[in-house]
Structures are given as structure tokens and as C-alpha cells.
């Protein structure tokens, strides 16, 4: 989202709000433990065979029709680069992929490795699924497997200097170890020379052949950071491309693989084809901002600022992903770029996957729905109103109050580790405000409203499986609660199915935006914390839904079907 000078600081601590859904961290810390080579021929172990069906294949396929036939090269190119940084990745998690993948033999557990860039489960808390393999060290392959945390902290104070002169030397290095077992910063364009400069040709021949004069600049820049090690410069230039219809986003990137610290960035890509209708309209909603936060449902001085209307928000189809962007559970948006420094000038960008948000609706949320809607109700799940609610939801981030209204300083520190929960939460009901009221204006036409109310409490019970860990998660259990003491819905008592009651919905909806927005706007971090202590949680009810979605199988994510060949691409 760009951002005006006056909440610089502020939309920068927001991006960190995780509005990927990411798999939650391992919540136990454990000192780092040498990952042994399974010597001999690895064996699943105490994993039920079930788990291997966790995830159901999807094939990501995008309409290239309108693209000209240099740009049909040019996404060959870029998926043959984005290969390079899928093993990259495998280095960076575990090791080489074929060295545990060739002493594999069940396909199955074969496939699951393959999902998870090594042998522990991403979905839980990385256990290993596989024999002979210790707990995944928390630090991945960033460091020596038998540093300390302490040690670590030793050679930062050492090389304080350092640090300070280069910013983003950790971002972009390993840690080894080097004579006398001292530690050593290796960069990644040392360590990963000849991989990077391969890559490096690829995205210059991609260049060559782009049409959009910002993409092929920006092409060129990310091929020499990926030489140099610095990347800002293509941080900047890629928020500078707003007509390309292909979009890349490849490099090392995310910090979440690095549990020891959150220090060292992953390596990942996509290729993007972008959805220039969906974008239109996205832009078109964004201008409404200040009309609807002078309406939110709370009082005035909880909504005296104005949110901006210049939102950087666009959706497309993904035709590849690779690296950290595929290894588990699979991302359906995105908020880049993370240098805080671009932010303060050029904003971010938020990057709304259509296909991938499609894959959850079809293989998840459908089969929750027949599971748990009543059904006379289930003609209101529709992917259109899915796809409303997730895009309202980024939107609806810029709605509300970021500064607290009584000296307590900007919302997310006042209100400390409770702070992601509260804000996915606003979020997501202030995006299902938005489109309530634009309705009410005629502004949006399509579909019914009730279908974005069904298709949201559906959405609830497929969010819950994220787990107590994830802000998400955690948002949704205390939506669960709020709306159930509300009457939002009720349940069948013949058939246990769940059903919206439309006006108590409405009157749920206003009254848990208003509770959010009291409790950000004084930063009330007890209020906070009382409320997702006793909503955010699951209850008795909510645990015997979650048992049924578990009994019937239904998938907990996706794993692509994704390539060149898929695409028709030579
Ligand atoms: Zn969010």
C-alpha cells in the first residue's frame, strides 16, 4: 500500500503483520541438532499414512492467449531461473534435493519430501516423517549445525562495525565455519556463485526480449543483484513497473525458514501473469476508503484518520511457483517489498493470487461447506464472494486506526504480541463491512451479498486449521465465538449444519468492528489479551467441527502441478 510521509514509520511495523498464510513456527525451541544423512534407506516412521494426503494437487494453469510470442519465451525463462532458486531453496532447508530424494522409494513419502523440502512436516510444527532424521536444527542450513545462539551473539558483538556498515550482510549470508572453528559470514553470491550466475544469465536473456521498458529494467537490475549481493536498487525499480502484464518475483526474500532468528532470507520465486480487469476494479473499491472510514460503526475519535487511496493492489494468476513460496503451505497473497527503506518511499505492493486462491476454494473450502453449511445455504458459497472477502481483507488493513487516541503510541507496539491477532481480525471483518456497504451503494453488483456472509463463516472454519499459532488462525476462533453469542449463525439441530442468519450477521458484524476498533484505538493490550484468552480459542463445539473436516479427509492445502509443459511453453 503507498502511504503518505505521516505514517511512514507506521505502515512499515505493518507490513510485518503476516497476511500470508504462512505455516505457523514451531511453538517449542530446542537447541540445534546435527541432521544426520539417513544412511541407510530412510523409512517413514510413526507418520499416519493419511498424512500424506494432506495436500491435494492442483494444476496452475493461467490464459497466455493475449501474450505475444517474445513474451511466451520470456515466461520460459523466467520459470527456468525460478528452477535455480528451487534448489537454492533445498540447500538453505535441508541439503541437497536428490540426496535424500533418490533413497526414497515409497512415492508417497517421496512426494511429501518433495512438499516439504526435506524430511520433517512444514503443517506439523516440523516433525520429522521420516526415520533416522532428529528435529529439524531451527536455524535450517543457515548456520553451522552445531552453533549456539549464544555463540552467535558473541561474533554479532565482535563484528559489530560490520553489521552497522552493511545492513543487509545478514539478509543475504550464511554462517560457516572457518579455521580454528571460528564463525564466518559467507554471502550468497560467494556461496551460491555458480547456481546465482546461471540464474543471472536467464533473467538478462528474459530481459532482452520484454517489451514493458520497466520490466525489462527491472529484469536487468534483479540479474545483477543476484551477482552482487545487493538488492535494493531492484527493490526500487520493480515498484516502479505498474503496466507490466508479467510480473517476477524472485530471489532470496523471506526470513521465515531462519527460526533461529528470523536473520537470513529464503530463496523463492513466481511468475505472474496479471489479471487486468480484476486489478481495475481493485483500485476502482480503494478509492471508497475515506467515504467508508468516515461510516465504520464505532465513535468519531477511533476514526479520525484518513486512510490513503493510492493502493498499490493488484491480482494475478501464478503460473510458477518455486522455493520457499512452494515448499508447504502454499501463499494466495503477497506484500513486498520487505526493505523498509523502498517502503518509506515507493509503499509496498500486495499481490492478490487468483488461481492459487481458487485451488484453496475448490479442493478446501467446497468440501467444508458440504461438510458444515446448511444445505439450502450451500448455493451461497461462491468463489467470486471467496475471492471479495481475501481481496476486502488487504483493503480493509488501510481502514481503522493505527496511532492510539490517548498517548500510548502506535497500535502495534501498545498492544504487543496481541497485536497481529487484533489487526487480521479488524481486517477481516472490516473487509466483509467494506462489501456490505458497498453493496448498500450500489457500487458492487455482482453476485448477492448473502453469498460473501455464507462463504465468510465457511472461510472461518477452514482458517481455524491454521492453528493457535498463526494471528490468523487465532482471529478466526474469536470470530467463531463472537459471531456463535451473537446468533450470526445457528446450528441445525437435526442435522448439525451450521446456517447464517442474515440480520443478526449484520448486527454481529458492526458490533465485533466496533469492539476491535475501542480496543486498538485506546491500545488497550489487556482488553486485548482478556478477549482472545477467552474467544480466541477452540472450544468443545468448534473441536467437534474440526474432527468432522479431519474424518472426511478434506485437504489442509495444495501442491501444485506446475511447468512449462502445463502451459504449452517449449
Ligand atoms: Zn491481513
Partial sequence: MKINKLSLALAASLTLVACQEQTPAPTKKAEPVMPQVAEKKAEAEKTAPSRFDI???????????????????????????????????????????????S????????????????????????????????????????????????????????????????????????????????LIMVPYNKKYAEQLSKAAALLQEAAELADNKEFKRYLSMRADALLSNDYQASDFAWMDMKTNPIEVVIGPIETYEDLLFGYRSAFESYVLIKDLAWSEKLSKFAAFLPELQKGLPVEQKYKSEMPGTDAD?????????????????????????????????????????????????????????????????????TFDAFFGNTMFHEVAHGLGIKNTINGKGVVRTALKETASALEEGKADILGLYMITKLFEKG?????????????????????????ASSAHGK????????????????????????RVDFNQMTVAMNELSNLLLTIQGNGDYEAAKALLEEKGVIKDDLKAELDKLAAANIPVDIVFEQGKEILGLK
Avoid at 501464478?318 to 515507493?346: C, F, M, R
Avoid at 455482482?446 to 492453528?467: P, Q
Fill in 55 to 101: 495436500y491435494a494437487p492442483f494444476t496452475l494453469t493461467a490464459d497466455l492467449s493475449h501474450l505475444s510470442d517474445n513474451q511466451k519465451k520470456m515466461i520460459g525463462l523466467l520459470i527456468d531461473a525460478s528452477k535455480i532458486m528451487d534448489d537454492l531453496f533445498w540447500l538453505q532447508a535441508y541439503g541437497p534435493k536428490d540426496s535424500l530424494l
Fill in 103 to 182: 533413497g526414497l522409494d515409497d512415492s508417497k513419502v517421496k512426494q511429501f519430501a518433495d512438499i516439504n523440502y526435506g524430511p520433517w512436516d512444514r503443517l506439523d510444527g516440523d516433525k520429522p516423517f521420516i526415520d533416522k532424521f532428529p528435529h529439524k536444527p531451527l536455524g535450517a542450513q543457515f548456520y553451522p549445525e552445531d552453533m549456539t545462539k549464544e555463540e552467535y551473539e558473541k561474533w554479532q558483538k565482535e563484528n559489530e562495525n560490520l553489521l552497522k556498515q552493511d545492513k543487509f550482510a545478514e539478509l543475504y549470508s550464511v554462517m560457516e565455519r572457518g579455521k580454528d572453528d571460528q
Fill in 313 to 381: 493492489l493488484n491480482a494475478y494468476d501464478v503460473v510458477y511457483y518455486a522455493g520457499h513460496s512452494n515448499a508447504g503451505s502454499k501463499t494466495i497473497a503477497i506484500n513486498l517489498p520487505n526493505d523498509e527503506e523502498v517502503q518509506l518511499e515507493k509503499g509496498t505492493r500486495r499481490l492478490q493470487l487468483k488461481n492459487a486462491m481458487r485451488a484453496k476454494f475448490d479442493k478446501i473450502l467446497v468440501p467444508i461447506s458440504k461438510q458444515l453449511i446448511a444445505e439450502d445455504q450451500q448455493k451461497f458459497i
Fill in 475 to 498: 482471529a478466526n476462533m474469536m470470530r467463531f465465538n463472537f459471531f456463535k453469542e451473537k446468533g450470526a449463525f445457528k446450528v441445525d439441530p437435526d442435522t448439525g449444519r451450521y
Fill in 443 to 467: 457500487e458492487m453488483t455482482e453476485g448477492k451479498l448473502m453469498d460473501n456472509y455464507v462463504t465468510f463463516l465457511a472461510g472461518i472454519f477452514r482458517s481455524v486449521r491454521f492453528g
